[in-house]
Nanobody, 115 residues
Framework: QVHLVESGGGLVQPGGSLRLSCAAS????????MGWYRQAPGKQRELVATTTSGGTTNYADSVKGRFTISRDNAKKMVYLQMNSLKPEDTAVYYCRVTWGLYEAWGQGTQVTVSS
């Protein structure tokens, strides 16, 4: 069984920064994509950023230039550095990992951007 645990969320003022971390554990033979998604109240879950095993990254237009995704394959970790945060970034952020035909999601971490 695979478990994902996110950390690093919290309350931050507009313009501030946060770094999210996601640790994967369990039987992960070969991780393909690792990514971050978010869901704001009353909205659908949306992609924030993903990174493939080959190093290709993809970002939502709304976070380009502000967020950076990175991964440590040896540690089975994925990170999301979030800078210049805006109130509209407020959401629960979820980590997702895929391997073979499978996927796993974390439980989510709350990010609140407010003055």
């Amino acid at each position: 069984q695979v478990h994902l645990v996110e950390s690093g969320g919290g309350l931050v003022q507009p313009g501030g920064s946060l770094r999210l971390s996601c640790a994967a554990s369990g039987r992960l033979l070969s991780i393909n994509a690792m990514g971050w998604y978010r869901q704001a109240p009353g909205k659908q879950r949306e992609l924030v950023a993903t990174t493939t095993s080959g190093g290709t990254t993809n970002y939502a237009d709304s976070v380009k230039g502000r967020f950076t995704i990175s991964r440590d394959n040896a540690k089975k970790m994925v990170y999301l550095q979030m800078n210049s945060l805006k109130p509209e970034d407020t959401a629960v952020y979820y980590c997702r990992v895929t391997w073979g035909l499978y996927e796993a999601w974390g439980q989510g971490t709350q990010v609140t951007v407010s003055s």
